[in-house]
């Protein structure tokens, strides 16, 4: 529980200075990134202010009545391991918010994505993650196989984020950095953000997307949204999140 306390007060304190633009396209895909990358991308989140524990519920206004805002909290791919998110947050002293965080920015709530480097699942965790905590394939399924088990991905990744903050406490950031890059790439850069666009940005959009998934934003979410997404847009499905520098990573930080 004291786990749990201290990652909210860190996390909430944290300055978010990224924006975030998104926009629903005709596939009823949504699309997010940390940069306007066309017209078709709108501001969805304002970076560049601070808040704390006690400002915390309200989300930037700019997300309030959005259809994004409606879609990210309801989404059925969320909506189908929220249960199992709760749990496993309970289990291993996390803030649910921040799971939902990180599931929306590495996979889109897509249980069965893979990336290029070969992460997979919900929380898109690396083979060799899951095996270094302990999974492993059998004559029935494949690690590989077994990661696109919601249950099992989501608990490998609280394992993992859970050991992460025990190795950088009291330093939510430093625990997405690593998420994304790797812990060895944050010790390598003396305990602080790697210089990697990908990375600065991942932990932006992760610290914007944890605003939004806190309970009482959630709830003011849905219910400014109440009959707004009708026709004018398609309902949407699966997320495609854009966040710049990937090519500029390492490829050991992608690995």
Do not use: W
Request: hydrophobic share 40%; charged share 20%; aromatic share 8%.
């Amino acid at each position: 529980m004291r786990l749990l306390v201290a990652l909210c007060m860190m996390f909430a304190a944290l300055s978010a200075r990224a924006d975030v633009y998104g926009y629903i396209d005709a596939e009823g895909i949504a699309h997010f990134s940390t940069e306007k990358i066309d017209e078709r991308y709108q501001l969805f989140l304002r970076g560049g202010t601070s808040f704390d524990t006690a400002q915390l519920a309200p989300m930037p206004a700019q997300a309030v009545h959005t259809p994004l805002s409606g879609y990210l909290s309801r989404h059925p791919g969320l909506k189908k391991v929220e249960t199992l998110v709760h749990e496993t947050a309970q289990e291993f002293s996390l803030d649910p918010a921040m799971l939902k965080a990180v599931m929306a920015a590495e996979s889109g709530f897509n249980a069965l994505a893979v990336s290029p480097k070969g992460a997979i699942g919900l929380m898109q965790i690396m083979p060799a993650t899951a095996e270094r905590y302990g999974l492993q394939g059998d004559r029935k399924r494949s690690i590989e196989q077994k990661l696109t088990d919601p249950k099992t991905n989501i608990r490998l990744a609280a394992r993992y984020l859970r050991d992460l903050h025990k190795l950088f406490p009291e330093k939510p950031e430093l625990v997405i950095a690593s998420y994304n890059a790797g812990e060895g790439a944050v010790q390598k850069y003396k305990n602080a953000i790697p210089p990697y666009p990908e990375t600065r940005n991942y932990v932006q959009i992760v610290k914007q997307f944890y605003q939004l998934y806190k309970p009482s934003a959630q709830t003011l979410a849905i219910a400014s949204l109440a009959g707004e997404l009708t026709g004018a847009l398609p309902t949407a499905k699966r997320i495609h999140m854009t966040i710049p520098g990937r090519r500029n990573m390492p490829v050991s930080a992608l690995e």
